[in-house]
C-alpha cells in the first residue's frame, strides 16, 4: 500500500513538473507560444516595414533580437543587437518596394539566442487599401501586401462602402446603422483624425471629386445625393427628389454628376450645379462608373442582369449581357478595361471597351464591390461571401487574399 501510495505521488510530481513546463513561455511544448516571441507580425508600408509582437517575461530572459533575409540572399542577417524586453516593435525603413522581405526574431537569454524563432514575411509597396465590414463595424486599412490588417478603426456600427480621395487622403465611409441615424465618416490618414456626420437615412455608395474634397453621399431612404465638405459640413447644393439613388459617380474632367436612380429607373447626369443635363431610362441601375477618356458612363443592373455603356449625352450605346446580378463597377480608363463585380455568379468579369470579355475570374464568393489600382491596373475586390479581400492582377489572377472578416461590403485603394 505505502509503494503504491508513493507511486501515485511521484507521478503527480512528474505530471505537476510537465504542466509547470508547458506554461513556460520558451517551451516548445507551449500550446500559446511554441516556444517563440508571441504575436509577431510584419507590417508592410510604403519603404518601410513594421514588426511587431508581444512583450513577456520569463527566467534567464534578457530581450529579443531580428535576422532578416531577402530574394538575393541566402542566408539570414542580423538587422538588430538586443532589444530591450520592453520594446514590443521595430521600423525596417529604406527597403525596395515589392521585394519580398522574410523576417526571424528570437528570444534573447542570458546564456545565448533562442533555438526557435517566430517568423513572418512582408513586400513593401505604395498601395493603402482600405475595407469595411457591414456585420463587425469596422473601418480596417490593409498592409501594402495584403497580409495584415495595419489599422482598425471601430467607430462605426454597420459601415456599407469606402472610398478614399486621392489628393487629401481623407477615407470616406457610409454607415447606415448609426447610433441614432445613418452617418457617415471621414478619416484623414494624414493626420488621424476622424469624424462622423449623422443625419442620414440611409447613406450608401459614394463619390469623391479631389479638386475640391469634397464628396456626394447616396442617401437611398430620403431620396437625395447629399454633397459635404472634408470636413463632413453640408453648406453645399444637393441633389434631391430621387427615387432611390444606390449610384454615384463624377466624372474627373468636366466634374460633371451621374447618378443612379434604381427604383425611379433612370440613371441622370447632372451638372455642378446640380442642374440635370440628361436623364436616360435604365431598368433598376445599380452602380455607376465613368471613362476618364471617353466619358462614357458604365451602368449594372443587378435586376436585369446587364451592364449598359451610355455615351456623354446619355444615350445607351449598348447592352452586354452574361451576367447573373452585376453590381459594383470600376473603369481603368489608362488601359481599357472595366472591371464588373457580380455577386449572384460569384466572380469578376472584365471587358474591353468594345465590351469584349477579356477575363472572368470565377470563385470569388459574394464579389460585390470592388477598386482598381490605377497605376497598376490591380484589383481589389471584396466578398461578402467569405468574408475575403483579395487582390487581383491586371490579367485576372488573384495574387493575395485575406480573410477573417463577417462580411467586407467595401474596398478602396489610395494609389
Known amino acids: 500500500m505505502r509503494t503504491r501510495l508513493a507511486l501515485l505521488v ?43 509582437w508581444e512583450a513577456v517575461i520569463g527566467e534567464g530572459l534578457i530581450g529579443y533580437q531580428i535576422f532578416r533575409r531577402t530574394s538575393p540572399d541566402s542566408a539570414f542577417r542580423p538587422i538588430t543587437g538586443t532589444l530591450p524586453l520592453t520594446t514590443t ?11 519580398d522581405h522574410e523576417y526571424q526574431i528570437f528570444f534573447v537569454f542570458d546564456r545565448g539566442l ?53 489628393l487629401s487622403h481623407v477615407v470616406w465611409a457610409s454607415d447606415p446603422g448609426g447610433q441614432v441615424s445613418g452617418q457617415v465618416g471621414l478619416l484623414d490618414m494624414d493626420v488621424g483624425i476622424f469624424l462622423t456626420t449623422p443625419g442620414f437615412g440611409s447613406p450608401g455608395e459614394i463619390a469623391t471629386q479631389p479638386r475640391d474634397s469634397t ?48 427604383n425611379g429607373d433612370h440613371v441622370i447626369r447632372y451638372d455642378e450645379n446640380v442642374s440635370p443635363i ?15 477618356s ?23 450605346v449598348d447592352t452586354y449581357t452574361g451576367f447573373s446580378g452585376p453590381v459594383g463597377i470600376q473603369v481603368d480608363s489608362r488601359r481599357g478595361r472595366i472591371w464588373i463585380a457580380d455577386p449572384a455568379a460569384n466572380r469578376v468579369t472584365v471587358l474591353d471597351r468594345d465590351g469584349s470579355v477579356v477575363h472572368q475570374i470565377p470563385g470569388l464568393p459574394g464579389a460585390r464591390a470592388l477598386a482598381i489600382d490605377y497605376e497598376s491596373g490591380e484589383a481589389w475586390v471584396a466578398l461578402a461571401g467569405s468574408g475575403e479581400i483579395v487582390w487581383l492582377s491586371p490579367a ?6 485575406l480573410g477573417g472578416f463577417t462580411l467586407p461590403l467595401g474596398v478602396a485603394i489610395r494609389p
Open 215 to 262: 464628396a456626394w453621399v447616396c442617401d437611398e431612404e430620403s431620396g437625395k445625393v447629399i454633397h459635404l465638405d472634408s470636413r463632413g459640413g453640408r453648406p453645399l447644393p444637393i441633389i434631391q427628389g430621387l427615387n432611390t439613388p444606390t449610384g454615384v459617380a463624377i466624372d474627373p474632367v468636366d466634374g460633371t454628376i451621374w447618378v443612379c436612380e434604381r
Open 10 to 52: 511521484a507521478l503527480a510530481a512528474l505530471a505537476g513538473c510537465a504542466e509547470r513546463e508547458r506554461i513556460n513561455p520558451f517551451d516548445p511544448e507551449n500550446g500559446t507560444t511554441l516556444g517563440r516571441p508571441s504575436g509577431f507580425v510584419a507590417l508592410a508600408g510604403d519603404g518601410g516595414i513594421r514588426l511587431q
Open 114 to 166: 533562442g533555438i526557435d524563432p517566430a517568423t513572418d514575411i512582408a513586400t513593401p509597396g505604395h498601395r493603402v487599401p482600405w475595407m469595411v465590414d457591414g456585420a463587425s463595424g469596422l473601418l480596417a486599412r490593409l498592409t501594402a501586401d495584403g497580409r495584415h490588417v495595419a489599422e482598425r478603426r471601430t467607430s462605426l456600427v454597420s459601415p456599407s462602402a469606402v472610398t478614399i480621395d486621392s
Open 294 to 316: 471617353t466619358h462614357e458612363a458604365w451602368v449594372t443592373s443587378a435586376t436585369q442582369q446587364v451592364v449598359h455603356r451610355l455615351d456623354p449625352a446619355g444615350t445607351v
Open 278 to 292: 440628361s436623364t436616360t431610362s435604365v431598368v433598376h441601375p445599380s452602380r455607376v462608373a465613368i471613362d476618364a
Open 396 to 401: 485576372g489572377t488573384v495574387i493575395r487574399r
Open 89 to 99: 516593435q521595430y521600423i525596417d525603413f529604406g527597403l525596395l518596394n515589392g521585394l
